[in-house]
Nanobody, 134 residues
Framework: QVQLVESGGGLVQAGGSVRLSCAAS????????MGWFRQPPGKERDFVAG?????????????YYADSVKGRFTISRDNAKNTVYLEMNSLNPEDTAVYYC??????????????????????WGQGTQVTVSS
């Protein structure tokens, strides 16, 4: 079974940037869609960004972003490292949350990035805390 471990979170000043990593082990994820989710304090977890299994870079065709992060966050993957990344720029306090990476439950789940928010992700990491100070 695949294990996902997020890293890179921490404290950051508003306007700053961080890069999160999601290292997968136990199983290759190169043929799976991957996503990033976040859960702000006291709120439900929701979709942030996703990338299809067909993606070799962060092209618009192969990635999808929540409106709240579009233009600020970039998801990418390095299949040689079995790792997915989330570059977060222009951070504000509303971005404070626990960030999770997740893997689609279905091999070759979709090549349509527009479907990524609705895919059945069922493998999750433990999350990494990102706190943005004012």
């Amino acid at each position: 079974q695949v294990q996902l471990v997020e890293s890179g979170g921490g404290l950051v000043q508003a306007g700053g940037s961080v890069r999160l990593s999601c290292a997968a082990s136990g199983q290759l994820v190169d043929r799976y869609n991957m996503g990033w989710f976040r859960q702000p304090p006291g709120k439900e977890r929701d979709f942030v960004a996703g990338i299809t299994w067909t993606a070799w870079d962060g092209t618009d065709r192969n990635t999808y972003y929540a409106d709240s992060v579009k233009g600020r966050f970039t998801i990418s993957r390095d299949n040689a490292k079995n790792t997915v990344y989330l570059e977060m720029n222009s951070l504000n306090p509303e971005d404070t949350a626990v960030y999770y990476c997740a893997r689609d439950s279905e091999l070759f789940g979709t090549s349509d990035a527009g479907e990524l928010p609705r895919r059945p992700y069922d493998a999750w990491g433990q999350g990494t805390q990102v706190t943005v100070s004012s």
